[in-house]
């Protein structure tokens, strides 16, 4: 059974910094992409970044391109989302999510991932 888990979100001022953790037990990390989605109160799901697990290539959405810097560690099987610079608009709930690939942008990317965490809040104040 597959069981994913965020972590490290919270409450921030403009301008500080959050590093968000992602967790999966049950699921095989090699040949996907994993990747960060956030979704902000009355808003949709929109992914923001993304890793290969194999290459190590990175994706990010234009808005948080240069703030925002994804990784993972193999040995630990985790995904993390490094963010920098938050902005008001950074604030909502964040995913992880997983695909198979190849990436061919945000419309398709996890589109078929079924095994949504709870998500971590990340709250960022003016």
């Known amino acids: 059974q597959v069981h994913v888990v965020e972590s490290g979100g919270g409450l921030v001022q403009a301008g500080g910094s959050l590093r968000l953790s992602c967790t999966a037990s049950g699921f095989n990390f090699v040949n996907y992409i994993w990747g960060w989605f956030r979704q902000a109160p009355g808003k949709e799901r929109e992914g923001i970044s993304c890793?290969?697990?194999?290459?190590?290539?990175?994706y990010y959405a234009d808005s948080v391109k240069g703030r925002f810097t994804i990784s993972r560690d193999n040995a630990k099987n985790a995904v993390y989302l490094q963010m920098n610079n938050l902005l008001p608009e950074d604030t909502g709930m964040y995913y992880c999510?997983?695909?198979?690939?190849?990436?061919?942008?945000?419309?398709?990317?996890?589109?078929?991932?079924?095994?949504w965490g709870q998500g971590t809040q990340v709250t960022v104040s003016a």
């Open positions: 890793i290969t697990w194999t290459s190590g290539s990175t």
């Open positions: 999510a997983a695909d198979l690939g190849p990436f061919n942008g945000w419309n398709t990317f996890a589109a078929d991932f079924g095994d």
